[in-house]
């Protein structure tokens, strides 16, 4: 009978060999990989590990005599730094070309605002230079007014 959804695992039920067996080779699970099996298996990794360096990729299939232009299919690299090409030239997107265009502009348009060439700092040179002469007078009022109190005071004085 099932313990729920999941059955116990099977750690009763195994056997080991014990010292004794495994000496004499009457062990229950005989032994099937030796030293020289170990041997074979390293040469074939080598010479694998070279023919892989000489041989260019292997596609699986019929897509080695095909060829799709499907560019949903190509995976994408990875380069590294070492590898990347510096002369290559990149083709902006439609977004980021208006985008240097818009910084451009702004730039270009900021820098016409310094020198006063554009209507904007026409009126705001104009207005600064309203308020300008509205505090000169401002000031002057004041000035006279306080001498006039000055002399006030000297008159009563005397």
Known sequence: MGRGKFKGKPTGRRNFSTPEEMLAGTSARPRTFKQEQAEEVRDVSEKEEESEEEEPERSKG????????????????????????????????????????????????????????????????ERLSMIRQQRAEAARKREEEKAAKEQKKAEARK
Request: net charge positive; charged share 40%; glycine share 4%.
């Open 62 to 125: 019929t897509n080695g005599i095909i060829e799709i232009a499907n560019p949903n299919l190509v995976k994408p690299k990875n380069l590294k730094a070492r590898d990347a090409d510096l002369d290559q030239t990149h083709e902006l997107s439609r977004r980021e070309r208006e985008e240097i265009e818009k910084q451009k502009a702004h730039e270009r348009y900021m820098r016409l605002q310094e020198q006063g060439k554009t209507e904007q700092a026409r009126k705001d040179l």
